[in-house]
């Protein structure tokens, strides 16, 4: 059941960098829209980066200039490169796959999520 599995995830000093991998099936992959969001304890679920149907990114404004998405086609793999790291980046983050038909979903998929902690 599980189709898009997430790593990468870990323990870092403020300032430090992780990338976070999703990889996806084939299937899943060519025809879904990519993104990330984050779930921190107490707080609700963030969109934090992912791309339009369109091919465009989008990203929160708190991590604008310190993180960005990426796609490889050809290891049908996503990526979130995150820079400049803060203890408020604390979450754990979730993989998400979702295609667009018509006025709704034909399916909205989630990873089983990678933890990022931020602290000295």
């Known amino acids: 059941q599980v189709q898009l599995v997430e790593s990468g995830g870990g323990l870092v000093q403020p300032g430090g960098s992780l990338r976070l991998s999703c990889a996806a099936s084939g299937s899943i992959f060519s025809r879904a829209v990519m993104g990330w969001y984050r779930q921190a304890p107490g707080k609700e679920r963030e969109l934090v980066a992912g791309f339009t149907s369109s091919g465009s990114t989008k990203y929160v404004d708190s991590v604008k200039g310190r993180f960005t998405i990426s796609r490889d086609n050809a290891k049908n793999t996503v990526y979130l490169q995150m820079n400049s790291l803060k203890p408020e980046d604390t979450a754990v983050y979730y993989c998400?796959?979702?295609?667009?038909?018509?006025?709704?979903?034909?399916?909205?998929?989630w990873g089983q999520g990678t933890q990022v902690t931020v602290s000295s």
């Open positions: 998400n796959a979702r295609r667009y038909v018509g006025s709704g979903y034909e399916y909205d998929l």
